[in-house]
């Protein structure tokens, strides 16, 4: 059946394929940029480092602040925050050719239309989450960040500038923590002060109205007494000073917490349109509807016929 009518077999396949290939030659090309980095995970947890590392290895984060997950930096890359300030960002106008001076906006680049510059920005945000990607390796909390451009330079300076802003919002959130818990501790510190004055000036009013203390029990309890507030309010009073001198360094640090392992280059090659993949694609629909149409065809022609006369 199919060898009566190999025309249509072959045909048919090699015409969508032909068809395939003449339209991959007028999409516009696609490139592809990627940057990889590792966020900075502090483990507050007491549970035992070698629990927490299996739990790693499955997957499970154990003892990690949600705001210092790998994950959560993958969300961060995809908020509408970032998102607009890449948007609204200057890039090298890659249409204007490689020497070009000029910069423009990226939602500028890209062509987003709407009703109100609101409703563009809108519909930009919309496009640049479709053609960002995030995948979070959770054994190595590396996270890989690919970017889809019609321009190679512009993928690679977009897929940067989003790491940038990262982590600049990342250092300016660790900042403004540090800050409140700087504050908090200031006043800690000033009321754990007073307390410890008033405990030692207790003790001194004590040796000051009892100077034979050592020869009755009952002054004997209360000097103990007095000595242990006094010092619970040295331990309280150090502790709360160390965090206040901690927090007052965080709030200054503007150390990267972003470790980038490969930054990202504008690629060579493309990535869409595959010609290979899609003229494969091509052949196997094109192989598909002739042997229907063949076999259609058959049943067509011996319905015809009619059955065979006895």
Do not use: C
């Not at 072959?10 to 696609?30: C, D, E, H, R, Y």
């Not at 995030?134 to 993928?155: K, W």
């Not at 331990?235 to 990267?256: F, G, H, S, W």
């Amino acid at each position: 059946m199919l060898l009566r009518r190999w025309r249509i077999v072959l045909g048919i396949p090699l015409l969508i394929g032909a068809v395939t290939i003449l339209i991959s030659f007028v999409v516009a090309p696609t490139y592809t940029a990627t940057t990889t980095f590792v966020p900075e995970v502090r483990n507050q947890s007491r549970v035992p480092s070698a629990l927490a590392g299996l739990a790693g290895q499955l997957g499970v984060a154990i003892g990690v602040e949600p705001s210092q997950s790998p994950r959560f930096y993958a969300d961060v890359l995809r908020s509408r925050e970032l998102l607009e300030r890449v948007l609204l960002s200057r890039y090298q106008n890659a249409r204007a050719g490689p020497n070009a001076v000029d910069s423009t906006t990226l939602l500028q680049i890209l062509g987003v239309k709407g009703d109100s510059p609101g409703d563009s920005l809108d519909r930009g945000v919309e496009l640049l989450n479709k053609r960002l990607a995030v995948r979070v390796d959770v054994h190595t909390n590396i996270v890989r960040l690919n970017i889809e451009a019609r321009y190679p330079t512009l993928a690679a300076a977009v897929a940067n500038r989003l790491v940038e802003y990262l982590n600049e919002f990342n250092t300016q959130k660790r900042q403004s923590q540090a800050r409140e818990r700087r504050r908090f501790s200031e006043q800690r510190v000033a009321a754990a002060d007073s307390e410890l004055r008033r405990a030692e000036e207790a003790v001194k009013t004590f040796y000051e109205r009892n100077r034979g203390w050592q020869q009755a029990p009952a002054m004997v309890f209360e000097e103990g007494r007095l000595r242990r507030q006094v010092n619970v309010g040295q331990e309280v009073y150090l502790t709360l000073k160390r965090e206040y001198e901690t927090a007052r360094i965080e709030e200054v640090n503007d150390t990267p917490v972003i470790t980038v392992i490969d930054k990202a280059v504008a690629p060579h090659q493309r990535s869409q349109p595959n010609r290979t993949l899609w003229l494969a694609v091509a052949l196997l629909v094109g192989g598909m509807v002739s042997v229907s149409w063949a076999v259609a065809a058959e049943h067509y022609q011996r319905s015809r016929v009619g059955p065979p006369r006895m």
